[in-house]
């Protein structure tokens, strides 16, 4: 229960900073601030898998705080870049491109599905 009230933290922490950077920057005529962050965090994201994962370099229960809660609430694009760049790495070039194509297209479709039900309904 501890792991899970540090992550909410974390998480919470996170999504403040999110919110900080998108302000910052703003995204009155190109998204700049989601763009800063997701390429923020994916940039942290790897360095935290190489000094918390690969080298062990800290505590293995910092992983949890900072990849999953910190990163994972400032950016879910920074947990998309390291799942798509460890099938890569792992000689799936295919399943990875296959991935990066799938979440993107899925998730606008997605998104224009959720967008046209819900004003349908609420119309």
Known sequence: MKLI???AIAGAL???LRYSVVTLIGTRYFPWGTLTVNVLGSLLMGVAYVVI???ALTD???RHLVM???LGAFTTF???SL???DLAERGQLWLALAYVLASVVLSICAL???ITLTRATLA
Request: charged letters at 15%; zero cysteines.
């Open 53 to 55: 994962v690969e080298k």
């Open 83 to 85: 799942e798509a760049w």
């Open 60 to 62: 293995p229960e910092l």
């Open 5 to 7: 009230f540090s992550i």
């Open 78 to 80: 920074s947990a998309f």
């Open 112 to 114: 224009v599905i959720g």
């Open 68 to 70: 999953t809660g910190a």
């Open 14 to 16: 996170g999504a403040v």
